[in-house]
């Protein structure tokens, strides 16, 4: 008997490692960790500006800020700025923040043709000269982008075509600004390669990484909305990158033709404690949660020991560090969730502020979001439904109001 079958199934481990091996041939973000840094420092050395901005959406962007976010005190004397929106406030309100005459523009879009990118170059241009001597832009070697800045010689940096903007954090589209402001781009590429060689020498990442996916894939349908509580302001820029990477990579049709549903949720504590948290506990029982915690923000500020009038009851605040007091909010809701015992949760700690610790978290995530793909079964890569909505969008825009 012969048959062909096109439906779904959860695969074995070995079976989707794999496929994540084979992946390595076509999917160019495996490779980036190992990319040659000497040209990406050697052209860092020479930028003179002070103000850095970044014109870019969504993959060309999000990255960037993730790290900026978490690393951003460890900077050099140069700001780094972010012009994403076409919200003309928000948009007005960030340019009157930057020096235009003493800044270099980066202009990040991977097509070429973001809509919201070249809008925002566009204006830019009305304001002061785009040239070689204050703009760079990082594109596809034969985009409508790289075209436009040959006409005006400026120097051009390649996006890889098989690099999806998601996953191209660790490319020119990141270690480039980053570099930059003096960020340590080698030990942030060190980390993501920490992450990889112990996932594909089936070390101890191999076990964290597939345990997770499989419980995620296999409690899909009960638990589908799935939360990351980042216990540091820090990580909020990691939070809204790992929406979109797990959202626009996940949420598409499986083999079989379902929908998938792994919903992500970013929560900041402690504030989001005093908000979400209660839907959390006591709501529907259909989310997971990853904690994630700093082990060492490196900073020794404490509450002061005096006593204010009416608040002495709280005088036993006096002399604890703020680093200890985030820690032991996060460890108090950890045992919280824990004490339920019907809440999956997960702890991630990070040892400390640093690029190589922030290296391995966002790489370890863009391992995990190919595994869970492989699982269901779906192009983890592409994003048809962003595809149709900016179709749509373009075609608006040929008839004015």
């Known amino acids: 008997m012969k048959y062909a079958k ?21 999917i160019g973000y495996y490779a980036l960790p190992f990319c040659d840094t000497a040209p990406i420092k050697a052209f860092a050395k020479t930028v003179k500006q002070k103000d850095i901005v970044i014109v870019g959406i969504g993959g060309s962007s999000l990255g960037t800020y993730a790290i900026h ?28 923040k930057i020096d235009l005459e003493h800044a270099l523009f980066v202009v990040i879009s991977k097509s070429g043709t973001t809509i919201e990118t070249i809008a925002i170059l566009k204006y830019l241009h009305s304001l002061i000269e785009i040239d070689a001597a204050n703009t760079i832009c990082i594109t596809e070697e034969e985009s409508k982008l790289h075209a436009f800045a040959q006409t005006k010689a400026i120097r051009t940096f390649a996006i890889p075509k098989n690099v999806g903007g998601r996953f191209s954090a660790f490319s020119n589209v990141g270690l480039i600004p980053l570099a930059i402001v003096g960020l340590d781009i080698d030990r942030l590429l060190e980390g993501c390669r920490e992450v990889y060689e112990s996932f594909f020498d089936k070390e101890a990442y191999f076990d964290i990484l597939m345990e997770k996916a499989r419980f995620l894939v296999e409690n899909k349908n009960r638990f589908n909305i799935n939360v990351v509580f980042s216990y540091s302001s820090l990580l909020e820029g990691f939070n809204k990158w790992y929406i979109q990477l797990w959202g626009e990579s ?7 033709g379902t929908r998938q549903a792994l919903t992500p949720v970013g929560l900041i504590g402690p504030i989001d404690q005093h908000s979400f948290l209660q839907l959390i506990i006591e ?28 608040l002495e009851e709280l005088d036993y605040l006096n002399r604890f560090k703020f680093k200890d007091l985030i820690n032991r909010q996060a460890d108090a809701t950890i045992k919280a969730i824990d004490d339920l015992k019907d809440i999956p949760y997960d702890v991630i700690t990070i040892e400390s502020q640093d690029e190589y610790n922030m290296g391995k978290l966002m790489y370890a995530y863009e391992l995990l979001t190919s595994i869970v793909g492989s699982f269901v079964q779906i192009d983890t890569y592409n994003q048809p439904g962003v595809e149709a909505g900016k179709a749509i969008f373009k075609e608006s825009l040929t008839t004015r109001p």
Do not use: C, W
Not at 251 to 256: F, H
Not at 287 to 310: A, C, R, Y
């Open 250 to 256: 996940l949420g598409k049709p499986n083999i079989n």
């Open 6 to 26: 096109n439906f779904y199934q959860i695969r074995s481990n070995d079976e989707i490692f794999e496929k994540i091996v084979q992946e390595k041939e076509s």
């Open 283 to 310: 709501g529907k029982r259909d989310k997971t949660v990853t904690f994630i915690k700093i082990e060492d923000f490196q900073d020794e500020m404490s509450v002061p020991d005096i006593s204010l009038p009416s």
């Open 69 to 96: 976010r978490f690393l951003m005190d460890k900077e050099n004397s140069k700001k780094l700025h972010f012009l994403e929106s076409t919200d003309p406030i928000e948009l007005q309100r960030k340019i009157k």
